[in-house]
């Protein structure tokens, strides 16, 4: 007998978390430790809506309450994040293959970046979330839904034409990366990541410790560069909200 759905939302943007929000029907708010977790379904399914709260600690503690506490048994989580790899664009989505903490180093207790006692560097995303975040997401980025869902004048702004979905490893760890050493230094070591964030490792090695299947959707919200800063709030007011509310409905809409 398969166990009933129970699937955890986390945005990583508290402006991300309102829209997605909007979808739940009979929502029912709980305030636990300091975060608002939102239960109802969307179209049908049971879903627990929270908003990760920012760096890897902050979300390994929501993400061990969302499974402890509120009992879901998978879990999504949305965000931005800065641009590594040299292909992609700010506007782009990159779909988690593995995560892992470019500031973890025990040296020389472990390996760089191993996780200590889990004998593990890369923690893998879960293949049918993948496939299932995969479907709704190239929905989202045909030109004609991108266009009803976003302004000419937003699009030409951010400089959105083709956006493209990319498939692949996320780096994540409590820095903001504001300038090009710190990509040249990233990629030295993880010469395969594709974008950075500060939340997605800990949440999947908290998922991966519970055996919790997972999947983290990162939007490019900038270059991850000396620019960054500026990029960074627009992109958030502008555009991810609305695209991870986009992508959340497309899911739910193609159970
Ligand atoms: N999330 C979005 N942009 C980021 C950046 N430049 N560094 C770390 N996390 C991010």
Known sequence: MTAHRKIGIMGAIPE???????????????IYVMRTYVSGQINGIDVVL??????????????????????????????????ISGDLKIGDIVLSARLVQHDLDARPLFKQHEIPLLGKTF??????LSNWAERAINKVLETKTLNNTLSQKTLKAF?????????????????????????????????TIKCVEMEGAAVAQVCYEHNTPCVIIRTISEEAD?????????FIKEISSIYSKEIIKNMFEKM
């Open 123 to 128: 923690i893998e995303s879960d293949k049918s």
């Open 50 to 83: 929270v908003f990760s709260r920012w760096g890897k600690v902050a979300a390994a503690a929501t993400t061990a309450s969302l499974i402890q506490k509120f009992g879901v048994n998978e879990i999504i989580l949305t965000g931005v994040a800065g641009a």
């Open 226 to 234: 000396e620019k960054a800063v500026i990029d960074f709030p627009l």
């Open 159 to 191: 400089g959105i034409t083709h956006p493209k979905l990319y498939k692949g490893d996320i780096a994540s760890g409590d820095v903001f990366f504001s300038n090009k050493k710190q990509k040249e230094n990233l990629l030295q070591t993880l010469p």
């Open 16 to 30: 991300e978390t309102e829209g997605i929000k909007s979808l739940i029907t009979n929502p029912k708010e709980e």
